[in-house]
């Protein structure tokens, strides 16, 4: 089975930094994954993706700020969070894109709040 699993969420003070985990298992292959997020009361919305090699892409509110990376021979990809602010507060969601079908972790959540 096809498994994403995302970890390294909590609690922050804002201008902190975080870093998330997605560690994916029961594929073959390495293929792009992404960081999502939703907040309360809002649409989810894409913060990074990444290919299966480095070419990453990032929403305009976290540029600067976010930084998307993988460990291939991990299959695993992290999200690194710098500045962190109270906008940033959500439900933060790793999705796997294969060839066939995505797959979605049960996200982890992070706190900003002083």
């Known amino acids: 089975q096809v498994q994403v699993v995302e970890s390294g969420g909590g609690l922050v003070q804002p201008g902190e930094s975080l870093r998330l985990s997605c560690a994916a298992s029961g594929v073959k292959g390495i293929y792009p994954m992404a960081w999502y997020r939703q907040a309360p009361g809002k649409q989810r919305e894409l913060v990074a993706h990444?290919?299966?090699?480095?070419?990453?892409d990032y929403v305009d509110s976290v540029k600067g700020r976010f930084t998307i990376s993988r460990d291939n021979a991990k299959n695993t990809a992290y999200l690194q969070m710098n500045s962190l602010a109270p906008e940033d507060t959500a439900v933060y969601y790793c999705?796997?894109?294969?060839?066939?079908?995505?797959?979605w972790g049960k996200g982890t959540l992070v706190t900003v709040s002083s």
């Open positions: 990444i290919t299966s090699g480095i070419n990453a």
């Open positions: 999705k796997l894109q294969t060839a066939t079908m995505d797959y």
